[in-house]
């Protein structure tokens, strides 16, 4: 049921006409895609992602 929820296509974060990265979401994960530029190595990209509050019931 799942993949019925699953959006159509990626929502975009731009700045300044450029897009920062895109993601799209169903109820069981979250897909984050950046493209980075020509001239950065994925070794040297870090990224970390942390929530503020998490509530398990």
């Not at 700045?15 to 994925?42: A, C, M, W």
């Amino acid at each position: 049921m799942a993949k019925k929820l699953a959006p159509e296509k990626r929502h975009s974060f731009v700045r300044e006409d450029k897009t920062v990265f895109e993601g799209d979401q169903t109820l069981e994960e979250v897909n984050i895609y950046i493209n980075l530029p020509p001239n950065v190595h994925s070794k040297q990209f870090y990224c970390k992602i942390q929530s503020k509050h998490a509530k398990k019931s």
